[in-house]
């Protein structure tokens, strides 16, 4: 995990959604599907993509489902104070980056 | 002053040498055109210009010269523990982003 490819992860407002929505429900309970983004399917991909290669989240696969845990102590540890400031963001208005 | 903008900001590795060159000065002492970065006039100017424009930095024109200062205290007040995690970032190697 370096700095540069967390900072370039979070820099995204849909990542941050995913970030967010992540922290709010238990590990393991979220498919990729699950997540009301205005993106298309691959651009979908991509994001998650991006989150999981800077270690923002593990992604495990059950059957068609890919299943994702937010890799919070983990990324704590490394980056101290980082992802409170993205969850202490209030969501952005509809338009706002 | 937007955590998004200020993500977009330092999520840039030229950005970061910038940043972290002013962390290492008085305020007002360095010119843009005294940091040693691997890129054009142009894309110096870009740089400064989202700098500013995230409020990590602030700018003032003496004679020919445009001095930097790093917002540093109202930045940490806005968003703790963001620039220490860049300040302690060690120096990437060449090549590395």
Do not use: Y
């Not at 709010?24 to 599907?33: F, H, K, N």
């Amino acid at each position: 995990m370096t700095l540069s490819d967390a900072l370039t992860a979070l820099a995204d407002p849909v990542r941050r959604t995913i970030v967010k929505e992540l922290a709010g429900g238990p590990d393991w309970t979220r498919a990729c599907g699950t997540f009301d983004l205005p993106v298309t399917k691959a651009t979908r991909s991509h994001h998650f993509a991006v989150l999981r290669q800077a270690g923002v989240v593990e992604q495990r696969d059950v059957g068609s489902r890919r299943l994702n845990r937010l890799r919070r102590p983990e990324f704590d540890a490394a980056f101290p104070g980082l992802l409170d400031l993205v969850l202490g963001e209030r969501r952005a208005s509809p338009g706002e980056s």
